[in-house]
């Protein structure tokens, strides 16, 4: 988002513009949502002061000044002042309240004897009243019931400019007209305030989403071009190891059996390579609005990671129980992928190392153990700086089904990986 202009407008009205706004059919205070507490007490502090000052100055001024009863005096100045307090948090309520009151009041004061000159049928505190309550309700109500108000306002006046008698002592009978242009004005520069900060509420939420699907949008060109380079670079050089692995038998004269069985062993696992890799290039390629339909290997699928395991001189045994029940699809993958990453460790780092590869479902949890001696012959320099990844996807898949993962050397120059998943999703996994 850009910075403030200078020709935005001050602090104070982008405040009642954004943070004094509540929906019509809210009960929340005016500036609920204010980032300080003093902001939120404003609203109760400035229409709680109005109504203490009016309160005492209307009941005074009735009574003294327009020798109205003392009864009707206080009545009057109790429902014109205490329910701006009440218009914080309901303002129409409050109006009707206060307009009734006003009305009554006028009705009084017509008919009585010493208003010549005086203003009349609003006094003074009635107008500031009367004004400070148009303000609330401009900053919570729709335009509808603004509309019905201020016409409501206009008929009030009309209808004490036609009662008013020609000889009621000379009363000032303009205050009709004052209040009924004022109140309008006024509500229409709040409500437009109002507008205002709506219509910024709703672009920054626009703002929001905007900048959410350019995130994706960015993210999913990223996964594309990383679909790109792994196809035009990896998955072609898996496929000619494929094909020269295949036509090695053909290609070379006189290959003892040995060799055509290392160069099958090659094709088998360049091939399946190739299957992983293309499953890896569909999820790059999605959007993530649909899941991937192809099956993914499981604990049931072991048995060929062993196998070629063995292909590659790792003398490897497995113990896997015939029927391990139910398990959840989750966990029968991170299963599969802990014991591959561990069996190709063995490979690359422990060379002709004896190995053992047990899984056991026991109590709800699934254990998966991969030990391996120490290491009989020398890894290739190419494989003794390993950049740790394998065993970081490992705790990755075991966190996020909920399970704990034990890794480290053995005391005899081993290693030893142990996974211990869950075969119900706990209520905690993510």
Not at 9 to 25: I, K, M, N, Q, Y
Not at 30 to 35: C, I, T, V
Not at 141 to 166: H, K, M, N, Y
Not at 218 to 246: G, N, Y
Request: one cysteine or more; proline letters at 7%; charged letters at 20%.
């Amino acid at each position: 988002m850009t910075p403030p202009s200078p020709a935005r407008p001050p602090g104070t009205l982008r405040l009642l513009a954004g943070a004094l706004w509540t929906p019509s059919d809210s009960t929340e205070p005016l500036l609920a949502h204010a980032p300080r507490r003093w902001q939120r007490l404003a609203p109760y502090v400035v229409t709680l002061g109005f109504a203490v000052v009016l309160l005492p100055v209307t009941a005074s001024v009735l009574s003294q000044v327009y020798r109205l009863g003392g009864g009707w005096a206080g009545a009057l100045a109790i429902t014109q002042a205490a329910p701006l307090v009440l218009a914080v948090t309901r303002p129409l309520q409050a109006w009707w309240i206060i307009f009734a009151s006003d009305v009554i009041g006028g009705v009084l004061l017509q008919s009585a004897d010493t208003i010549a000159g005086r203003p009349w049928p609003w006094t003074p505190m009635v107008i500031v009243g009367y004004l400070v309550l148009m303000i609330c309700l401009g900053l919570r109500e729709s335009r509808r019931t603004l509309l019905a108000v201020w016409l409501a306002t206009g008929f009030a006046g009309a209808f004490f400019e036609i009662i008013a008698q020609p000889g009621g002592g000379g009363a000032d009978g303009g205050t009709h007209i004052l209040l009924t242009v004022l109140s309008g004005a006024l509500l229409v520069v709040v409500a437009a305030l109002r507008e205002r900060g709506d219509a910024q509420r709703r672009l920054a939420e626009q703002e929001t989403i905007s900048e959410g699907e350019r995130a994706r949008r960015t993210l999913l060109e990223e996964r594309t071009r990383i679909a790109r380079e792994l196809h035009d670079v990896v998955a072609h050089h898996m496929s000619v190891i494929t094909v020269q692995a295949d036509s090695a038998a053909y290609r070379i004269d006189g290959l003892p059996d040995a060799a055509r069985e290392e160069f099958a062993t090659i094709a088998a696992s360049a091939r399946e390579s190739l299957t992983e890799m293309r499953r890896l290039l569909a999820v790059l390629r999605s959007d993530g609005a649909d899941g991937e339909r192809t099956p993914q290997p499981g604990l049931g699928r072991v048995q060929q990671l062993v196998e070629a395991t063995l292909r590659a001189g790792v003398p490897a045994e497995l113990s896997l129980p015939a029927d391990l029940g139910p398990v959840p699809p989750a966990v029968d993958l991170s299963a599969y992928r802990i014991v591959q990453e561990a069996l190709a460790n063995v490979v690359r780092h422990a060379a002709g190392a004896r190995t053992r590869v047990s899984v056991l479902a026991h109590d709800g949890w699934l254990t998966v153990l991969v030990v391996n001696d120490a290491a009989v012959v020398r890894s290739s320099l190419l494989e003794t700086s390993g950049t740790g990844h394998g065993l970081v996807g490992m705790r990755e898949r075991v966190r996020l089904t909920g399970g704990t993962l034990d890794t480290g050397p053995l005391p005899d120059g081993g290693f030893r990986v142990a996974a211990r998943l869950p075969l119900t999703a706990p209520k905690d996994a993510p």
